[in-house]
Structures are given as structure tokens and as C-alpha cells.
């Protein structure tokens, strides 16, 4: 239909009123929303008496439109995107056979009907593996999609694969252009399948949401992106997409040359392109370390053999390089370490062809398999070789190959490796391996797995090594603790011993000293304030070190005060208990004083000593000494020599 055209029309040549001669209606100009139900009433007729009015037949949408009484109303459903806008005309005549026309134009309101749609709704992509980041997959007209409402679109994408939805985005929520937002490893996916959905309003809001969805494959190629991989190696990144290999080792004897291909450990020479799809060429060459040209390597298969005979004992390092055919970039270097030793002849061997052993059911793991026939020594396996005078490799290491629940020691003593179950009879295959020439011999061993004994006498008990380690801690622990309660106990005995005669060294090294270092100040002086101070000081030694020398020493003390001295000898208790006595009452009866200004001849045991100013001479029981500076000087030294001799020879009886 002309929808256009009419419309035009009615707005610049037809009236647009809403009365005419003889009816009029509530509405000229009504709005209808789309997809509304027949009877729907678009407006209210009203019609003035001798007059009809009925609804014009050339009006352009007259066939949308009935009379209803006094209603005009839509005969069926209208959408919006088909005709956004109808127009009808209606006539009014009266019996006179006059006719007048009623124009009305019905707005159709657009409803939220219609979902979006994709141009394809179901996509393929290949691309390779080397695609750089931010690249674009899909472009954006490929993925736009188109509403009938003419609503904003928006995009959201997920990924079916699990862990590949970091790979993949758009560019914007209303922008579905897909691009690469992470590099891609064809080892751990190669194909994708996204997801890509078209809204015609945002999620979370309380209106009707449309949404259209589009399936987009995404095949990856592989691309030659890694160098090659010396096997065996390991993985050191969680994407595995780095391996290193470890060192290969070989051996050869000394001046002798080997026309087969060296053994190597941990396996020969060998390299393999990771990008397992392409499966790149590889050749081989050695680029380091083959001093003297001794060595080669086959460049297709890696064998590695000798162009000559090694004469010097110095090991060899060689660097093996790995590069593929198609690009040398793409290479790695993998270190050989060639061992030159003399020649073994002799393989190890063990004398006897089986060795028979028994354990418990239940033990820890390490645990001593012991010597069949009740015995209490492990079971120990060991080797000869004759290579050696004694018959005694120490180059040999033993160990268990064919079975994990037993391990042998570096000695040969054969272990538990987990902790044994079930009642059987266990056998396994030992051997002996020379590490430096790689020979190797082997015996069987059986080892009888018996029921776990219900009492254990402290004789019968196995113990570990690790038992032995617990116990000699302990014992270390308390030979410490004997230690240091001896030092204490002997500290205590002689320590007053040892007291006095560092002090007695430390007065001979300050001989210049007026201190006489045989007393100490009394605690109560009975002394006047005009009066000089000075105390002596009983000091007691046990009897085990008062030898008649030392006393000597001790009396011999050089007296360096001018004054007139009268020094009394003191009395020393020899019996232990008067001592214990005399401890309690040190403080009281040890300490006497000197300086006396009165005569005390009660106590036969006190001696007092006054300066000459203050005592006749002539009295009873006094006793002059001469103040001689010079003579002093002469017996100070000598005596302080006699003592240092004295000392000397203490030392030498004490010790």
C-alpha cells in the first residue's frame, strides 16, 4: 500500500478536522501499539440525528478498520514494522443525500517484538598457532546482527571449551568484532567453539530481552614455533612448552678404541621437533669439546662413536647440537660428558648365587630384612670383582630391580621400601653395579614375609637407625648434664682455693702495693674517729693445700707500711666440725681489730699493734721492728722470688 503516499496527502491537501456536517469523532489523530487484538477501538463516533456515517471505500487502510455501533475499531492486528501508520475516511450523508468526509490518521506504536538477527548463524575459522595477539578472527560485518525494532544491539561471548574463554573477546559490548587476546598452544587445545550472543537490551533490567546467538568454530593449526628436544627431559612451566634435557654420560677405556656406537646414559642421543604435527628434520653435530677430533656423531641417526683412541685421562665434555632441516634457528645444544678410565675386565660377581632373608608383616619402612633361619644380622648382600687385589670395589652400588618394596644400601644391607601386608615369599633380582665402568652382576634374593611376632623381649627388638640416632642424643644429653654437675661440684670444693691463690698471684704482679692482701676490713671497726684504719683478715684453707711452705708464703707477705707492726700468728683449726663451727660466727670472731689504744692479756690469742709514739718499748711482750726502707727493698724482692719459686713448684705437685 501506498502508506507514503496517503499520509502526505492527508497532511497537506486533506482538512484535518475533527468534525464534520452531521458526526464528529473523540480522536482524529489516535495512537494504536502494534500487535493489538481485533475489536481493538481506535475512536468514538458521534452522529447528530438524520444522518449515517460510514466508512469511505477508498480509504487506503479501509479494509484494517470497522464501525461498531458508535466505535471505530481495527478489524485485525497491525505491526509496526509492516504499517507504521494507517489512514481512513470516514463519510457522513444525511437524507437530504448530502455526503461529508471525516479523515483519521492511526498511529501504530513500535513494540519490542523482535529479536536480533545474524547475517550466519554458524561460523568456521582456521587459523594458525603462531596467530599474534590482538589479531583479528572474525571481522565485525560478519557477526552484526540487525533488529526490526530498530533497537541497540548488544554483544557478549563465551567459549564451550573449558579454559579457552581467556583466549578469545570482542572488541566492545555493541562492537562483536572477535580477536586473539592470548597466545595460542596447539598442545593443549586446537579447537574452540564460541559463542556469541546479540541483545536487544542490557542484562538486569526489567524490560523483554530478545536475544539471537551465532556459533563460531575455531580450528588452530600447528606452526613451527619450538626448537627441538633432546629426550629424555622435563617440563619446567606449567603450559609445558619449555623441556630441558639433562646430561648424557658415556665411558671409554683408556688407550682403546671402540668401533660400536658409545653407550650413554641416561639413553643415546636424541632429539625431536615438539611441533609433533609438522615433525621437522633433524640433523646432528658436535660444535664444542672434542679436543683431538676423538669423537663423531652420526648427523642423522646422533650415534656417537670414536675416530680415535683417547690417550689422556682427562674427561671429555661435548656439546651436541640439534637443528632442524628447514630453518637452522631452530636448534638445541645438549652437553655429553665422556669418561676415560682404565679398562675394566673383570664385571662384579657375587659368590653366592641366592640369598635368603625374612621380615615381619607391619614394620616401618627401612626396615632390616634379617638372615633366614632365625637369625639376628641383616641381610647383607655384597660383590667381588677382580679387578681389584682385595677383590673389593668400592666404585660398586647395589639395588633391587624388579621389585619396589624392598631397596638395598649402598653396603648391600636389603631394606623394607613400604610397610609389608600379606604372608608371602618375595622374589627379586639385586645387582651390583660398577659406576665407573657400568658392569654389572646380579644375584636372587628371597625374602620370606612372616607373620609379626605378639610379644617382643627387649633382647629380640628391632631397632632402626633411626632408634640408634634417638638414643644417642639422649645419651649425649645426659653425659653433658654429668658434665656440668661435676664442673659445679668441684666449683663449690675448691673454688675458695682457687680464689686465693689468683689473688696471691695478683699481689706478687703489683708489688708496689700497700695493701695487705691476706685481711680484709672488719665489718664492725672499733675505731675512734681520730684514729688510722686499718683491719686484718683471718683467712682459712683447707689443710689439703696449707703446706708448710705455703704457710710460710703466707706469713712471708711483704709488709709495705712504715709503721711499727706487730703481727700475731693466727690459730687454724684442723678438725672439720670446729670449722663448720667457726663459718657460722665469721662475721663476728674472724675479724679482729689492730688498733688498739688499751692492752686486752685476757685473750691469749689476740695481738694488737701500736704505733711507737704510743707504746714504751720496755713493756712486756713488745716486739721492735726496725724501719729499714732499704733493707725492706732487698727482702721484698727476694722474698717475692722465693714465692714465685714456691708457686711454681704448687703447680707442678697440684697437677
Known amino acids: 500500500m501506498g502508506v507514503s503516499h496517503w499520509l502526505l496527502a492527508s497532511v497537506l491537501f486533506l482538512p484535518l478536522s475533527v468534525t464534520a456536517q452531521g458526526c464528529s469523532v473523540s480522536n482524529s489523530n489516535p495512537s494504536v501499539p502494534e500487535n493489538n487484538n481485533p475489536g481493538h477501538v481506535v475512536a468514538n463516533i458521534s452522529v447528530e440525528p438524520g444522518f449515517t456515517v460510514t466508512i469511505d471505500p477508498s480509504s487506503p487502510d479501509g479494509n484494517y478498520f470497522v464501525i461498531q455501533g ?57 587459523i594458525p598457532e603462531d596467530t599474534k595477539v590482538n589479531a583479528t578472527i572474525v571481522a565485525r560485518e560478519d557477526v552484526t546482527a540487525s533488529d526490526a525494532d530498530l533497537d541497540i544491539i548488544y554483544y557478549k561471548l563465551n567459549s564451550t571449551v573449558q579454559n579457552t574463554n581467556d583466549y578469545f573477546a570482542i572488541k566492545g559490548v555493541n562492537n562483536p568484532e572477535i580477536y586473539l587476546q592470548k597466545a595460542l598452544n596447539y598442545d593443549k587445545f586446537n579447537f574452540a567453539t564460541l559463542l556469541l550472543y546479540a541483545m536487544d537490551n542490557i542484562e538486569g533490567t526489567n524490560g523483554i530481552i530478545h536475544t539471537a546467538t551465532a556459533t563460531i568454530n575455531i580450528i588452530i593449526e600447528q606452526a613451527d614455533t619450538r626448537p627441538p628436544w633432546f629426550l629424555p627431559c622435563t617440563f ?138 632365625g637369625s639376628s644380622s641383616p641381610l647383607m648382600i655384597a660383590a667381588l670383582d677382580d679387578d681389584f687385589p682385595d677383590k673389593v670395589n668400592p666404585n660398586i652400588e647395589y639395588y633391587i630391580r624388579n621389585n619396589t618394596n624392598f631397596t638395598a644400601t649402598k653396603d648391600g644391607l636389603i631394606l623394607t621400601n613400604v610397610i609389608l601386608h600379606s604372608l608371602e615369599t618375595a622374589i627379586m633380582e639385586a645387582v651390583a653395579k660398577d659406576t665407573v665402568s657400568l658392569q654389572e652382576g646380579s644375584t636372587v634374593v628371597t625374602v620370606e614375609i612372616t607373620a609379626a611376632k605378639a610379644e617382643t623381649s627387649a633382647s629380640d627388638k628391632i631397632y632402626t637407625a ?69 683491719t686484718v683478715t683471718k683467712t682459712q684453707q683447707p ?32 678438725e672439720e666440725e670446729e670449722e663448720k663451727v667457726e663459718e657460722d660466727t665469721k662475721h663476728e670472731k674472724e675479724v679482729k681489730s689492730i688498733l688498739k689504744t688499751d692492752r686486752n692479756e685476757g685473750d691469749p690469742g689476740y695481738k694488737a699493734v701500736w704505733f711507737k709514739t704510743d707504746v714504751d718499748p720496755s713493756g712486756e711482750n713488745v716486739e721492735v721492728i726496725n724501719d729499714n726502707a732499704a733493707d725492706y727493698d732487698d727482702d721484698s724482692d727476694q722474698d717475692l722470688r722465693e714465692n714465685e719459686k714456691e708457686e711454681e713448684g704448687y703447680k707442678d705437685d697440684h697437677h
Request: proline fraction near 5%.
Open 70 to 126: 458508535f466505535e471505530l475499531q481495527l478489524s485485525k492486528s497491525v505491526d509496526y514494522e509492516t504499517d507504521p501508520v494507517l489512514l481512513v475516511i470516514l463519510t457522513c450523508d444525511n437524507n437530504a443525500g448530502e455526503s461529508y468526509s471525516l479523515t483519521i490518521i492511526v498511529t501504530i506504536l513500535n513494540l519490542n517484538d523482535n529479536s536480533p538477527v545474524f547475517p550466519e548463524t554458524n561460523l568456521t575459522r582456521v
Open 236 to 373: 619446567i612451566d606449567t603450559e609445558r612448552s619449555i623441556c630441558i634435557s639433562s646430561t648424557y654420560t658415556g665411558r671409554v677405556n683408556m688407550s682403546e678404541m671402540s668401533t660400536e656406537p658409545l653407550t650413554l646414559e641416561p639413553g643415546p642421543i636424541y632429539a625431536i621437533d615438539p611441533d609433533y604435527i609438522l615433525n621437522e628434520k633433524i640433523v646432528y653435530s658436535i660444535v664444542g669439546g672434542n679436543s683431538d677430533n676423538v669423537f663423531s656423531v652420526d648427523a642423522d641417526t646422533g650415534n656417537l662413536t670414536m675416530n680415535k683412541v683417547a690417550t689422556s685421562a682427562n674427561s671429555y665434555l661435548l656439546q651436541v647440537m640439534a637443528t632442524q632441516v628447514n630453518n637452522k634457528q631452530k636448534y638445541s645444544i645438549a652437553n655429553v660428558e665422556i669418561q676415560v678410565i682404565n679398562k675394566s675386565d673383570h664385571a662384579p660377581r657375587f659368590e653366592s648365587g641366592i640369598y635368603a632373608g625374612t621380615v615381619s608383616v607391619g614394620l616401618d619402612p627401612k626396615s632390616f630384612v634379617f638372615q633366614a633361619g
Open 466 to 534: 633411626q632408634d640408634m640416632g634417638i638414643l644417642g642424643g639422649i645419651l649425649a644429653a645426659l653425659l653433658l648434664i654429668a658434665l656440668v654437675f661435676l664442673g659445679v661440684m668441684i666449683y663449690k670444693q675448691y673454688g675458695n682455693t682457687v680464689k686465693f691463690l689468683i689473688n696471691k698471684k695478683f699481689s706478687k704482679d703489683f708489688p708496689g702495693s700497700y695493701d695487705n692482701q691476706a685481711y680484709r676490713q672488719d665489718e664492725h671497726p672499733d675505731l675512734s674517729a681520730n684514729k688510722q684504719e686499718s
Open 543 to 574: 689443710s689439703l693445700f696449707l703446706t708448710p711452705s705455703s704457710e710460710q708464703e703466707i706469713h712471708g707477705l711483704p709488709q709495705t707500711s712504715p709503721a711499727f707492726t706487730i703481727i700475731s700468728d693466727q690459730k687454724v683449726e684442723e
